[in-house]
Nanobody
Framework: QVQLVESGGGLVQAGGSLRLSCAAS????????MGWFRQAPGKEREFVAA????????YYADSVKGRFTITRDNTKNTVYQQMNSLKPEDTAVYCC?????????????????WGQGTQVTVSS
C-alpha cells in the first residue's frame, strides 16, 4: 500500500519561506514522477509543481515559477517543495501525489496516490 505523508506546512508572513516534505512508501519511489497540488477554500484543486522520476526535469505553474522549487531525493523516498516569497494567495492545503508514470502531468487525474495534505497559511 502506497503512503504519502506531507510535513512542513504552517503559518508564515507574506515574503517568508516554507519547505514542504513528502515521504513516500509502498512502491519503488524512483520509478514515478511526483507532483504538488494545492486547493484553497472554494477553489478547484490546482497544479503547483512536478518532477520527473530522476529529478532531471521540473515543471511549475506560472503563478509559482521563480518562487517555488521542487526537488527529490530518491535515496530517502522524499520529494520537497521549497517555497519562497510567499504571498497571501498561496494560502491553501498542499498535497503531494505520485504519478502513474515516470514523466509527470499537470492533470491531477493522472496521479495514482495522494497524501493527506498540509495547510499553508500566508498572512498579509
Amino acid at each position: 500500500q502506497v503512503q504519502l505523508v506531507e510535513s512542513g506546512g504552517g503559518l508564515v508572513q507574506a515574503g517568508g519561506s516554507l519547505r514542504l516534505s513528502c515521504a513516500a512508501s509502498g512502491r519503488t519511489f524512483s520509478n514515478y514522477a511526483m507532483g504538488w497540488f494545492r486547493q484553497a477554500p472554494g477553489k478547484e484543486r490546482e497544479f503547483v509543481a512536478a518532477i520527473t522520476w530522476s529529478g532531471g526535469a521540473t515543471y511549475y505553474a506560472d503563478s509559482v515559477k521563480g518562487r517555488f522549487t521542487i526537488t527529490r531525493d530518491n535515496t530517502k523516498n522524499t520529494v520537497y517543495q521549497q517555497m519562497n516569497s510567499l504571498k497571501p494567495e498561496d494560502t491553501a492545503v498542499y498535497c503531494c501525489a505520485e504519478d502513474s508514470s515516470r514523466f509527470p502531468s499537470r492533470d491531477y487525474h493522472r496521479y495514482d496516490y495522494w497524501g493527506q495534505g498540509t495547510q499553508v497559511t500566508v498572512s498579509s
